[in-house]
């Protein structure tokens, strides 16, 4: 069934949607859940939550593209999920890759955080439109999906230090950008 199809029998309030778009995109959000929480009990609850999410936004909403909508959503839920379990331990898999872009991002207050987060989604996107395909893949694999250099290794075939090297080079390429944008610093 395609995406159209199933955002369809959300429309028609039709139970399948949720059947289908579990058989059609369960795995792909149960990995982008498991790379943020790394528990499998979570997993199954973020995959819940994301499908509840779903029948509740569809209607009004049309989402183009459905799978982006959908890793967005589970990504949101399960990051919510990791601050909730966390608020007073650490979660190395999820901290150690954000901390890896610290040096990238501005600290900023509370009060200026959502204007900030909105002004660096945009300066990012434009700077991943611009840098070579492979660099855009691995950044969004270890940023955006979470996933280890181990896991990135494996999957791609690239070596972990191949890999280090883009991602560092890619991190540093990206400051420069957002100081330049006046983003940073």
Same mark, same amino acid.
């Given at each position: ?62 989402? !183009?593209? /459905?799978? +982006?909508?959908?890793? *967005?959503?589970? =990504?949101?839920?399960? %990051? @919510?999920? &990791? ?41 990012? !996107?434009? /700077?991943? +439109?611009?840098?070579? *395909?492979?660099? =855009?893949?691995?950044? %969004? @694999?270890? &940023? ?38 006046g983003f940073y610093g």
């Open positions: 069934m395609n995406d159209t199809q199933i955002i369809e029998l959300y429309f028609c309030r039709s139970e399948e949607a949720i059947s289908e778009t579990s058989k059609k995109y369960g795995k792909m959000t149960r990995s982008v859940a498991f790379h943020i929480l790394r528990d499998e009990e979570d997993v199954d609850e973020c995959e819940s939550d994301t499908y509840l999410a779903l029948w509740n936004t569809i209607p009004p909403t049309r989402p !183009n593209p /459905f799978v +982006a909508y959908i890793c *967005k959503l589970c =990504r949101n839920i399960s %990051i @919510k999920k &990791y601050r909730y379990k966390t608020a007073e331990k650490r979660n190395a898999f999820y901290d150690v890759s954000l901390g890896e872009l610290e040096d990238c991002l501005m600290g900023q207050s509370d009060s200026q955080q959502e204007l900030e987060a909105q002004e660096s989604r945009k300066l990012i !996107n434009a /700077f991943l +439109a611009k840098v070579k *395909k492979i660099d =855009r893949v691995l950044f %969004i @694999k270890r &940023y955006w999906f979470n996933m280890s250099i181990d896991e990135i290794s494996k999957e791609t075939g690239l070596t972990k230090n191949y890999i280090n090297v883009h991602l560092h080079r890619t991190k540093t390429r990206l400051k420069d950008y957002l100081n330049e944008e």
